[in-house]
Nanobody, 120 residues
């Protein structure tokens, strides 16, 4: 059973860079046909896709966040990381990591989510 676990600071100051890590167990982030993704849900709003990393290492970003977003991976630790720069209070949300199954065309696995608040 694949499990995902987010980690990172719960509070970030405006203009700083948010960095979150997703640790994957029970499966490899280089497994074919999975895209490893970051998704967030601001308070009172729906889910918003942020970025994905393909099994080959190619990255895909939401156009609205692309200029501030970077996704990377550490295959030795089976982790992938999100960096979101120049954060504002509008970036306050629950952040999830998840795996998109290209064959089933659905998110097969989700982390439990981590609350990030942007505030001075």
């Amino acid at each position: 059973q694949v499990q995902l676990q987010e980690s990172g600071p719960g509070l970030v100051k405006p203009s700083q860079t948010l960095s979150l890590t997703c640790t994957v167990s029970g499966g490899s982030i280089t497994t074919n046909y999975y895209y490893w993704s970051w998704i967030r849900q601001p308070p009172g709003k729906g889910l918003e896709w942020i970025a994905s990393m393909g099994y080959s290492g190619l990255n895909y970003y939401s156009p609205s966040l692309m200029s501030r977003t970077s996704i990377s991976r550490d295959t030795s630790k089976n982790q992938f990381t999100l960096q979101l720069s120049s954060v504002t209070p509008e970036d306050t949300a629950v952040y999830y990591c998840a795996s998109w199954d290209l064959q089933k065309r659905t998110y097969s696995y989700w982390g439990q989510g981590t609350q990030v608040t942007v505030s001075s």
